[in-house]
């Protein structure tokens, strides 16, 4: 239950002031495709060395994303996410974010070892000392994240998934630089740089994979047309 709501801006400006003081910044994303063809950030998590805060990101839509630039797009501070690969394109898509300065646990995780159970339930496990269900995991991975007011538990496992992330950073870190060396270490960040610059692309409408299955439909309505004329025009005994 440690974390702040965001849900005004008097409360937004506070939290980026905050966290605008910081070094390390953890990320996560819960995002919706209901009922939308591209999809929309629902939820956005920040954990720092001090405080945790969850920013409705509905209500506070029109106005995050000159907020949000301000400390993704610093330098200065490392942004640390899992497999952000879909994050970084979900804010590029929403408002218009490219994030710098970016740090993947799960791409730490394989440089290190990539035959090491890398889940983020693995990783909780084996170094935080925190174990999770697999269904439970999956039930919050697939949950409505628009409903309002979000329940206590869906609350708590939003904050849960940047909680740890800084922690772990320091971990890999560690074991990049024992495993292989420090100037490895740094070709991995530069390399993990390049591989942040996400450029949303929606896909081009195309009416070919619809008339394809139109053709279909109609094909198997004519056979069974002609089946039922065939079958009526059989002899009787």
């Given at each position: 239950?440690?974390?702040?709501?965001?849900?005004?801006?008097?409360a937004?400006?506070?939290a980026?002031?905050?966290?605008?003081?910081?070094?390390y910044?953890?990320v996560d994303?819960?995002?919706?495709?209901?009922?939308?063809?591209?999809?929309y950030?629902?939820?956005?998590?920040f954990?720092?060395v001090?405080?945790?805060?969850?920013?409705?990101?509905?209500?506070?839509?029109d106005?995050?994303g000159?907020?949000?630039?301000k400390?993704?797009?610093?330098p200065?501070?490392?942004k640390?996410?899992?497999?952000?690969?879909?994050?970084?394109?979900w804010l590029n898509?929403?408002?218009?974010?490219?994030v710098i300065?970016?740090?993947?646990i799960?791409?730490?995780c394989?440089?290190c070892?990539?035959?090491?159970?890398?889940?983020?339930?693995?990783?909780w496990?084996?170094?935080?000392?925190?174990?999770?269900d697999?269904?439970?995991?999956?039930?919050?991975?697939?949950?409505d994240?628009?409903?309002?007011?979000?329940?206590?538990?869906?609350?708590?496992?939003a904050?849960?998934?940047?909680y740890?992330?800084?922690?772990?950073?320091?971990i890999?870190i560690?074991?990049?630089?024992e495993k292989?060396?420090?100037e490895?270490?740094i070709?991995?960040?530069e390399?993990?740089?390049k591989?942040s610059?996400?450029?949303?692309?929606?896909?081009?409408f195309?009416?070919?994979?619809?008339?394809?299955?139109?053709?279909?439909?109609?094909?198997v309505?004519?056979?069974a047309?002609?089946?039922?004329?065939?079958?009526?025009?059989k002899p009787l005994k």
């Amino acid at each position: 239950d440690d974390y702040l709501y965001i849900d005004t801006e008097e409360a937004l400006k506070g939290a980026i002031s905050d966290i605008l003081r910081e070094q390390y910044l953890s990320v996560d994303i819960e995002q919706t495709n209901l009922n939308s063809y591209l999809g929309y950030i629902c939820l956005i998590q920040f954990s720092t060395v001090h405080k945790n805060y969850i920013i409705d990101a509905i209500a506070l839509h029109d106005i995050l994303g000159e907020y949000l630039e301000k400390i993704l797009s610093n330098p200065n501070i490392v942004k640390i996410f899992y497999a952000g690969g879909s994050d970084l394109l979900w804010l590029n898509r929403d408002f218009g974010i490219i994030v710098i300065n970016y740090f993947d646990i799960h791409t730490a995780c394989l440089y290190c070892n990539s035959k090491k159970d890398s889940s983020l339930i693995g990783l909780w496990s084996e170094y935080c000392d925190y174990k999770i269900d697999k269904n439970t995991k999956k039930k919050f991975q697939v949950a409505d994240w628009r409903i309002r007011p979000l329940t206590k538990e869906m609350l708590n496992y939003a904050i849960l998934d940047s909680y740890y992330l800084i922690y772990l950073r320091n971990i890999f870190i560690e074991k990049i630089i024992e495993k292989h060396s420090k100037e490895k270490l740094i070709g991995f960040l530069e390399e993990m740089q390049k591989n942040s610059i996400k450029i949303f692309q929606p896909k081009e409408f195309s009416q070919s994979p619809y008339l394809q299955f139109f053709d279909q439909e109609i094909a198997v309505y004519k056979k069974a047309i002609r089946k039922k004329e065939h079958d009526h025009e059989k002899p009787l005994k």
